[in-house]
């Protein structure tokens, strides 16, 4: 009986492909705070699809949702140091970074989505100078609708305000509060239905889309389309693992995000209209402010804004002049 002994040659050769093989394989984690049902995750979830497809599976990227494995606030800071590959966050959660990344949170600078758009092409640069300051590279943003506030009662009177807990995303969503006259309250998505129930809150600002996936007409019966500001998500990555893929997987990776760009946008608009008329549908009244409410609305909005001027950069201020001075063309 013989036996057939492979050659050391052979067996170099036979692990040393089985390792490059290895090595061209890359799996990713992501890391979202929105649940599965956010139109959001939707689209992450998507663009990790797109991305296995387009690279045969050279690249997977795990998308973990509802902050399941990493909270909001330590997102990016993990995508930093490379704990994991890719993140999202509502982008104005970064305000303490540079007051840019909270600009989609001043009420007045952009109200439709065309608006928002070009605002987000007006800051893309300076926010891609800022992330690659910190080894991270910005992927795409996509914006929430509109911000209204939800409230068990009618909005009637500025003075409804007074004492309100609101939940507030953001600092900048805490200061506009303070300036009401109300009681920010800062509390996650998934932790909104108990931050309700336990009464930490009694209203929010927050857009239809996430009432819509919150269920909120369990716990406020009125909405109050205030069409505060359009936000963004961000979803970005860290620049040395961007960096260890070859070029064709990079190339796919940016196709993915170019599309998953244009098609979130699109989201979320649907949702708005869908978001809405669920809204009504399980009997959450909603209205415009009537023009008491409207003017505190606004005034509170002025002082947001006057804040604002004195915290940004001389960057950040011409990038608004330069997007103001694009919509006046």
């Known amino acids: 009986m013989h036996k057939t ?15 490059a093989a290895t090595a ?12 599965d049902a956010s139109f959001h995750t939707q689209n992450t979830n998507q663009f990790a699809e797109d991305v296995a497809e ?12 509802g902050g399941s494995l990493v909270a909001h606030g330590e997102i990016k800071s993990s995508v930093r140091r490379g704990t994991i590959e890719a993140g999202e966050v509502f982008m104005s959660v970064l305000s303490n970074d540079d007051p840019i990344f909270e600009v989609d949170t ?39 609708p509109s911000q209204g506030i939800y409230t068990a009662d009618e909005l009637t009177d500025p003075a409804q305000f007074e004492g309100l807990r609101v939940r507030a995303p953001n600092i900048n969503t805490q200061r506009f509060v303070q300036n009401l006259g109300g009681s920010p309250t800062e509390t996650e998505e998934s932790d909104i239905p108990t931050a309700f129930s336990t009464g930490r ?23 109050t389309d205030a069409n505060l500001w359009l936000p963004k998500n961000i979803i970005f990555i860290n620049q040395r693992a961007f960096d260890g893929l070859d070029e064709a997987t990079q190339e796919a990776v940016l196709e993915a995000a170019a599309r998953a760009e ?20 399980n009997g959450i009244t909603i209205s415009e402010p009537n023009d008491a409410v409207a003017a505190a609305l606004q005034a509170a909005g002025d002082k ?9 950069s001389d960057d950040a201020q011409q990038v608004l002049e330069d997007y103001r001075a694009g919509l006046d063309d």
């Open 54 to 65: 387009a690279t045969d599976g050279e690249l997977t990227i795990n998308v973990h949702s």
């Open 106 to 144: 001043l009420p007045g600078v952009a109200g439709s989505y065309d608006e928002a758009i070009a605002l987000w092409e007006a800051t893309k640069p300076l926010v891609t100078e800022l992330f690659a300051a910190e080894g991270l590279m910005p992927l795409y943003a996509v914006a929430w």
């Open 304 to 312: 947001l804004f006057e804040d604002w001027l004195e915290r940004a």
């Open 24 to 35: 061209q394989a890359a799996e990713w984690t992501m890391a979202t705070p929105y649940g």
């Open 201 to 223: 809150v009694d209203a929010m600002i927050t857009s239809v889309s996430t009432g819509n996936s919150m269920t909120a007409w369990d716990y406020v019966d009125h909405y």
């Open 262 to 281: 244009e098609r979130g946008w699109q989201m979320s608009r649907d949702d708005a209209a869908e978001s809405a008329g669920v809204l009504e549908e």
């Open 5 to 19: 002994i492979a050659s050391p040659l052979l067996l170099v050769t036979a692990c040393s492909l089985a390792a």
